[in-house]
């Protein structure tokens, strides 16, 4: 990319910083608590650490900050230890962490309620470790400052005094891996899916669908990033366009896409064809060769044969015939 375009990439993203705290309900293991003459139990202590708190009771802040860093990973990239979002969609996202937010202190509040009875409750259950817990118990005024969710959301420039058109150097950097931060994100996604759902499979259903509207959608998203981005997303569509409105998933629109997602998976012949596409190549004949069609033979004869298209056109087989 030119300089004048990494420029125009950061006025189109805005970063977003997730700082969330949650308290691990664990303190050091000391020698005296080994007074005994047999070890803790193995749900009470582990690697140095004892748990002064049944881990169930604070399961819920650590499935809510699972759910934040993937509403940032779905529609934004990672970029400079956080995550690049449009600026565009940017007052949805922050409405959607609000959401989580409220959830998250809501979850806090509670648990600080029944703090007192938590920890009685967690050392009543491990009976002849009483003393060893309630050594280390800590005041729920305590607890309270390591529990904690929000963000910052920020603009990122170069210093003042540089040309309008010239990033920093280390921010250059930045913005120039960008498109190859976001094709390695799309091809983990892919990964997940293929393993997930369509692997070694003669039907889906159209929940399957799930994971490669979700791809199309943050690639349209984040088009800017750089050219070869739009292309890929135009030949997802292109793919999910194809797709009958309705019914279970089989046959030659199967495989079409489970090659779609193999395509996905390898970023190499991916960003080559995305050019490809640039230079006059059409989706279509794509997705044709990711079906390698012969009329007279069957689906599983199809996968095998690799001689209907010409070498010029073929893409790789990724194991699908």
Known sequence: MELKTEVQVLKSILAVNLDINIWSAKTKLNPEDFAHSELPPEKLVSLGSKKICDPEEIRIFGTLKARAVNLLDKCGMRFLGGWAVPESNAATIIKELEVIAHEFNLAKE???????????????????????????????????????????????????????DVLEPGLQNEVEKMGYTLFGEIAKTANEAWQKSYFGKTKVTRKALSPLKNI????????????????????????????????????????????????????????????????????????????????????????????????????KSFGLW
């Open 110 to 164: 509670n648990f600080l309620k029944r703090y007192d009875t938590a920890v009685q409750s967690w050392i009543a259950s491990n009976p002849g470790w009483e003393k060893v817990i309630a050594n280390s118990v800590v005041r729920a005024d305590y607890v309270a400052k390591r529990i904690g969710f929000c963000w910052q959301v920020f603009k990122v420039a170069s210093p003042s005094g540089r040309k309008k």
């Open 216 to 315: 199309q959608q943050k690639l349209s998203d984040l088009s800017f990033i750089e050219q070869r981005v739009s292309p890929v997303a135009s030949l997802i569509k292109t793919a999910l366009d194809k797709i009958p409105s309705k019914g279970a998933i089989y046959g030659t629109t199967l495989l079409m896409l489970q090659g779609l997602l193999t395509l996905l998976c390898d970023t190499d012949s991916l960003t080559k064809y995305a050019q490809e596409i640039i230079e006059g190549r059409t989706q279509e004949s794509i997705l044709d060769c990711l079906v390698q069609p012969d009329e007279k033979a069957s689906i599983n004869e199809a996968k095998k044969d690799a001689t209907l298209v010409p070498e010029s056109q073929k893409l």
